[in-house]
């Protein structure tokens, strides 16, 4: 037990600072770029939008948290569009804006249809 108790006090030493560095409200944190404070609030809004009252049907709850999931990839593309110097990951931002507002208007459809 003694082994047990020295090694989660290990995990906790080491997970402390790393929680301490994270802000989920989004908003700026001391020493962020302009950038990281746009990731933040993507990642943030994404996290929220996938907070789903779940339905019990498996099939609307994946269609609807995988709606805010894309969107959150979009707006972390945009970031990348706004701030990003490489020319192969600037391609891929747009990429993935691209594939991922087409499977959203895939998923609000099938929504539409099946009622969710």
């Not at 996938?50 to 709850?61: K, S």
Request: charged letters at 20%; aromatic letters at 6%; zero cysteines.
């Amino acid at each position: 037990m003694r082994i047990l108790s020295l090694a989660f006090a290990g995990v906790l030493a080491l997970a402390i600072p790393a929680l301490a560095q994270t802000d989920h409200s989004g908003m700026a944190m001391p020493g962020d770029t302009a950038a990281t404070t746009a990731f933040r609030a993507a990642n943030d809004a994404m996290h929220m939008g996938m907070d789903i009252v779940f339905t019990d049907d498996a099939d609307v709850d994946f269609v609807r948290a995988m709606i805010a999931h894309h969107q959150g990839a979009i707006d972390m593309a945009k970031v990348e569009l706004e701030f990003g110097d490489d020319a192969e990951i600037r391609a891929l931002a747009e990429g993935v804006i691209k594939a991922q507002e087409a499977e959203i208007a895939q998923m609000r459809a099938w929504l539409a249809k099946n009622g969710g």
